[in-house]
């Protein structure tokens, strides 16, 4: 399926917006914030993603990214099937999980929707790349992603938002330990 928006070269910065089939809300707990943070560091280990930027809400994901070693578009690709394979787990073993079985319906629903997925899909195919080629449109792009949770009303001051990179730009210690590129 060819998009308006691609990858086009590995070292540039682009802004990445990734988002979960219907809007569910899946990051409200904490394990499932995790699996998506560790497969960022291993990604950043492994296949040379460097990470600017990002902010994880309820049901999407904010990131400012490059790469020094492997393709963008397939650092994603294995970011969103590792992660979507990992949650789905994480979803169906949870037993404290009272949306359980609404989730896994409506992913599968989506997935037999999709020739590219076997009868399950959490991610939205798509994750709109845009190039980030000027100083201004770093900036804005920054400013959109930190304040994402409090335009959403989830905090007052961007600062507050745990799930972000904001903190680590205001100079305190972030919540985890993606090595953010400066």
């Given amino acids: 399926m060819s998009r308006k928006y691609k990858f086009f070269n ?34 950043q280990k492994h296949k040379g993603l460097e990470i600017y930027a990002w902010c994880i809400m309820t049901n ?5 990214i490059s790469s020094n070693k492997e393709e963008l578009s397939s650092i994603m690709r294995d970011m969103k099937s590792f992660t979507s394979t990992s949650l789905k787990k994480a979803i169906r073993d949870n037993p404290a999980e ?6 896994m319906k409506a992913f599968f629903e989506e997935g037999i929707k999709n020739n590219n997925n076997n009868e399950f899909q959490l991610w939205q195919q ?8 000027s100083n201004y449109l770093m900036e804005q792009k920054l ?6 949770p409090v335009k959403a009303g989830f905090v007052d001051k961007d600062v ?16 985890v330990d993606i090595i953010l590129i400066e």
């Avoid at 219907?22 to 990604?43: P, Q």
């Avoid at 999407?60 to 400012?64: A, L, P, R, Y």
């Avoid at 400013?143 to 994402?148: A, M, R, T």
């Avoid at 799930?163 to 305190?172: I, K, L, P, Q, T």
């Fill in 60 to 64: 999407h994901v904010h990131m400012i």
């Fill in 126 to 133: 798509h994750n709109h790349p845009l190039i980030l080629n």
């Fill in 143 to 148: 400013d959109y992603i930190h304040n994402n």
């Fill in 98 to 103: 009272s949306r359980k079985d609404w989730m």
């Fill in 10 to 43: 590995k070292e540039e910065l682009y802004f990445v917006t990734f988002t979960v089939v219907k809007w569910i809300d899946v990051f409200t707990r904490n394990e499932y914030r995790e699996i998506l943070l560790d497969s960022w560091k291993y990604c």
């Fill in 160 to 175: 507050g938002f745990l799930y972000s990179s904001a903190r680590d730009y205001e100079g305190e210690k972030g919540l």
